[in-house]
Antibody, heavy 118, light 105 residues
Framework: QVRLVQSGAEVKEPGASVKVSCKAS????????ISWVRQARGRGLVWMGW????????GIAQNFQGRVTMTRNTSTGTVSMELSSLKSEDTAVYYC???????????WGQGTLVTVSS | SYELTQPASVSVALGQTARISCGGD??????VHWYQQRPGQAPVLVIF???FRPSGIPERFSGTNSGDTATLTISRVQVGDEADYYC????????FGGGTKLTVL
């Protein structure tokens, strides 16, 4: 079965960077894009961008351009999202999700809590 | 960017029908998808492409989309349906509605 397993919770200081990983299994890794979505406590879902595991190409939401890097490792079946210059407002649960055509998310990771605090 | 508008909350009596709206400019021309999110859990896809249900989603969940409004309908509402519901379109970029909290009375 399809599974997306994310790395564990992180606590970072303002100005630092965080890297969250998402290991895919149960399907051909290079056949489906992976998106990242975040959710602050008590707030809605915010899409951050996508990565194509086959080509490595990415599409980053305007609000995160310049701060987010999305990468993939085809040998391990893992995608990663790195967010830099962290602010307290970046405290949220970060989800990876597998995209299906036309543009919906059928499978989600369990979420990774990133806390930004001094 | 494309904006989707949902009511903050909807309340429905147990066993009745809940309707959750999602408004957007000419949303009827777009593919709309819906997610259920229970507290502390990841979102779950319940409707894709307006009215298709993924495997394992009960027939009680249905969707429509026309004009400027898409609607998620949950028939014979159960206590377990109490959750937040989000609509979503892929409009470059991806847009999510603000979410609707469904309360079962």
């Amino acid at each position: 079965q399809v599974r997306l397993v994310q790395s564990g919770a992180e606590v970072k200081e303002p100005g630092a960077s965080v890297k969250v990983s998402c290991k895919a299994s149960g399907y051909t890794f290079t056949h489906f894009d992976i998106s990242w979505v975040r959710q602050a406590r008590g707030r809605g879902l915010v899409w951050m961008g996508w990565v194509n595991p086959n080509s490595g190409s990415t599409g980053i939401a305007q609000n995160f351009q310049g701060r987010v890097t999305m990468t993939r490792n085809t040998s391990t079946g893992t995608v990663s999202m790195e967010l830099s210059s962290l602010k307290s407002e970046d405290t949220a649960v970060y989800y990876c999700a597998r995209s299906s055509s036309p543009g919906f998310f059928e499978y989600w990771g369990q979420g990774t809590l990133v806390t930004v605090s001094s | 960017s494309y904006e989707l508008t949902q009511p903050a909350s909807v309340s429905v009596a147990l066993g009745q029908t809940a309707r959750i709206s999602c408004g957007g400019d000419n949303i009827g021309a777009k593919n709309v998808h819906w997610y259920q999110q229970r507290p502390g859990q990841a979102p779950v896809l319940v409707i894709f492409r307006e009215y298709f249900r993924p495997s394992g989603i009960p027939e009680r969940f249905s969707g429509t989309n026309s004009g400027d409004t898409a609607t998620l309908t949950i028939s014979r509402v159960q206590v377990g349906d109490e959750a937040d519901y989000y609509c979503q379109v892929w409009d470059s970029p991806v847009a999510f509605g603000g979410g609707t909290k469904l309360t079962v009375l």
